[in-house]
């Protein structure tokens, strides 16, 4: 069955501190991946997805940036976080778009700049 | 843009009645639409997927309907128990990408 690992759960990291989040399947090939950001009381915002390797299309203008090194492996990073980057990352996979399953949410980290 | 619209103030009902979140989108016309559960420090999870050509879709105790030209989706949970207190967020396909909306809190009681 496929699966998705995502981590840190959890990370508190200064201003100006780099970051990496990764977030890898097991169990598929070729997935569509996901980066979406969610804010205290706000809808998910997706930052970057993914449709195959090397090929990563930005939505939102920013601090991060993402690589997809691996065909099964999206990573999240940035070189100086900003306060404003504080949120919850969630990573997410589909095999095929418009298919009948839905997304497959990670189960997030919770990132705190200080 | 695309906006979606979500009832932003929890929704509290009684164990065994019928709970009904609704979904309004503007700006777009999306193919299909689908529904997430979210709990608190969790991913989300799928729940149901309907397309533009359907008007209600069921699973179990679950209910979705898509009205195209109101541009809205209902979400009806039948029979409520605590255990579906979560948030409830809505997703309209569009413009290559779900787009997700901020979620309704819905709290069982019993």
């Known amino acids: 069955s496929q699966t998705i690992h995502q981590w840190p759960a959890t990370l508190v990291q200064p201003v100006g501190s780099p970051l990496s989040l990764e977030c890898t399947v097991e169990g598929t090939s070729n997935p569509n991946l996901y980066w979406y950001r969610q804010a205290a009381g706000r809808g998910l915002q997706l930052l970057f997805y993914?449709?195959?390797?090397?090929?990563i299309s930005s939505e939102v203008p920013q601090n991060l940036s993402a690589s997809r090194p691996q065909d099964r492996q999206f990573i999240l990073s940035s070189k100086k976080l900003l306060l404003s980057d504080s949120g919850f990352y969630l990573c997410?996979?589909?095999?095929?778009?418009?298919?009948?399953?839905?997304?497959?949410f990670g189960s997030g980290t919770r990132l705190t700049v200080v | 843009s695309q906006k979606i619209e979500q009832n932003s103030e929890a929704l509290n009902i009684q164990e065994g009645k019928t709970a009904t979140l609704t979904c309004n989108y503007t700006?777009?016309?999306?193919?299909?639409l689908q529904w997430y559960r979210q709990d608190p420090g969790r991913g989300p999870v799928f729940l149901l997927l309907?397309?533009?050509?359907?008007k209600e879709k069921r699973k179990e105790r679950l209910k979705v309907t898509f009205d195209t030209t109101l541009k809205q989706s209902l979400f009806h949970i039948t029979a409520s128990q605590p255990a579906d207190s979560a948030t409830y967020l809505c997703a309209p396909w569009g413009y290559n990408k779900l787009i997700f909306g901020a979620g309704t809190r819905l709290a069982v009681h019993p």
């Open positions: 309907i397309r533009e050509n359907e």
């Open positions: 993914s449709v195959g390797i090397g090929q």
């Open positions: 997410a996979w589909i095999g095929q778009e418009d298919s009948n399953y839905g997304y497959t």
């Open positions: 700006n777009y016309s999306p193919a299909y």
